[in-house]
T-cell receptor
């Protein structure tokens, strides 16, 4: 049963702390996306990778967010330092040569 | 500046009737459109798509219509079933079907009444 796996599912942290979210894309998929969902903005594209190389991170606040793919089975999204306005659900998705991306279940981040 | 707009935050339809969800876009570079369905506490799941070279695509109970001149697309679900209750997101891409990032609307919450 191929699926995108995200950890943790829920994270509550204090303002100023570092947060790392992890994603295991579907095996064989060569494109990995990070999206953020908020009530105000809906689903926004933060960054994406193809064959582990970053293609576009223009949607990401550069001063505090960073995204990496250490290997083909792991993508990470890090926020340092975290702020209350970062509270959202963060989704990872993966795809292979097509626009129909498969999404993980998301990480619900609450920064207090 | 929302490039993909879903102007109805919610829609209530009786079971067995037709559900019509609407989506408008402003970017004329968009050439591929998708609908995703999302249940609470889950990620969006792909439902159906359409390329800009077509004006209709059908898959079982789901049909997507595209009107390029009006920059408008709609998703028809017929007949509507209780399991269709979910949030539906319209999305668009300018990559000719390639795996580039999507621009999403804010979603429409569809409620199917028994």
């Amino acid at each position: 049963d191929a699926r995108v796996t995200q950890t943790p599912r829920d994270k509550v942290t204090e303002m100023g702390q570092e947060v790392t979210m992890r994603c295991q894309p579907i095996l064989g998929h060569n494109t990995v996306f990070w999206y953020r969902q908020t009530m105000m903005q809906g689903l926004e594209l933060l960054a994406y990778f193809r064959n582990r190389a970053p293609l576009d991170d223009s949607g990401m606040p550069k001063d505090r967010f960073s995204a990496e793919m250490p290997d083909a089975t792991l993508a990470t999204l890090k926020i340092q330092p975290s702020e209350p306005r970062d509270s959202a659900v963060y989704f990872c998705a993966s795809a292979l040569f097509s626009t129909e991306a498969f999404f993980g279940q998301g990480t619900r981040l609450t920064v207090v | 500046d929302q490039q993909v707009k879903q102007n109805s935050p919610s829609l209530s339809v009786q079971e067995g009737r037709i559900s019509i969800l609407n989506c408008d876009y402003t970017n004329s570079m968009f050439d591929y459109f998708l609908w995703y369905k999302k249940y609470p506490a889950e990620g969006p799941t792909f439902l159906i798509s359409i390329s800009s070279i077509k004006d209709k695509n059908e898959d079982g109970r789901f049909t997507v219509f595209l009107n390029k001149s009006a920059k408008h697309l709609s998703l028809h679900i017929v007949p509507s079933q209780p399991g269709d209750s979910a949030v539906y997101f319209c999305a668009a891409s300018a990559s000719r079907g390639g795996a580039d990032g999507l621009t999403f609307g804010k979603g429409t919450h569809l409620i199917i009444q028994p």
